[in-house]
T-cell receptor, first 116, second 113 residues
Framework: GENVEQHPSTLSVQEGDSAVIKCTYSDSASNYFPWYKQELGKRPQLIIDIRSNVGEKKDQRIAVTLNKTAKHFSLHITETQPEDSAVYFCAASLGAGGTSYGKLTFGQGTILTVHP | KAGVTQTPRYLIKTRGQQVTLSCSPISGHRSVSWYQQTPGQGLQFLFEYFSETQRNKGNFPGRFSGRQFSNSRSEMNVSTLELGDSALYLC????????????FGPGTRLTVL
């Protein structure tokens, strides 16, 4: 089945710096890649996603890039703020059909700490 | 629209007991997926329901089961609880068609003593 590796497991930056989190996936048929932010004691919240027909997507300070050939995708956060501190999860999905319905395969998570 | 809701939020059970968790999806969403979140294993997919039918199942033992009702609300049941079943159980809803984002509920924190 699909396997998603996420690095680094912890990331500490100063406020205003950029943060980059990287994920690799194993199944070349995966075609949907969301990123979730989970604050302590809260539910995972979707912050950005990308589909396999797109190489890059931006939303204000957040961007995601996808390299289908290398099977990896990355989350970029610019001008980090203390409220960006949370656990970030990448995920991959095969989309609809067969054994892929409703299934997101998650990376192990990255604990991001932004120091004021 | 109201978000995904889960009840109860917290549960404490003892080994051998069974438990039922409930999830109400966003109005209009027909797909409900369930995940188990633990510090060691992270977020792992349990199963997915769409229009009262299980379409997909993860690698969990048969003690874990679920169902979905005609109003799209879903329940999951864990029988013969083990200590290792202690986890945060999250459900997520989506329209259920092709590549749609999943919206998570707040989760049910299950502690097995």
């Amino acid at each position: 089945g699909e396997n998603v590796e996420q690095h680094p497991s912890t990331l500490s930056v100063q406020e205003g710096d950029s943060a980059v989190i990287k994920c690799t996936y194993s199944d070349s048929a995966s075609n949907y890649f969301p990123w979730y932010k989970q604050e302590l004691g809260k539910r995972p919240q979707l912050i950005i996603d990308i589909r396999s027909n797109v190489g890059e997507k931006k939303d204000q300070r957040i961007a995601v890039t996808l390299n289908k050939t290398a099977k990896h995708f990355s989350l970029h956060i610019t001008e980090t703020q203390p409220e960006d501190s949370a656990v970030y999860f990448c995920a991959a999905s095969l989309g609809a059909g067969g054994t892929s319905y409703g299934k997101l395969t998650f990376g192990q998570g990255t604990i991001l700490t932004v120091h004021p | 629209k109201a978000g995904v809701t889960q009840t109860p939020r917290y549960l404490i059970k003892t080994r051998g007991q069974q438990v039922t968790l409930s999830c109400s999806p966003i109005s209009g969403h027909r797909s409900v997926s369930w995940y188990q979140q633990t510090p060691g294993q992270g977020l792992q997919f349990l199963f997915e329901y769409f229009s009262e039918t299980q379409r997909n199942k993860g690698n969990f033992p048969g003690r874990f089961s679920g169902r979905q009702f005609s109003n799209s609300r879903s329940e999951m049941n864990v029988s013969t609880l083990e200590l290792g079943d202690s986890a945060l159980y999250l459900c997520a809803s989506s329209p259920g068609l092709s590549l749609h984002e999943q919206f998570f509920g707040p989760g049910t924190r299950l502690t097995v003593l």
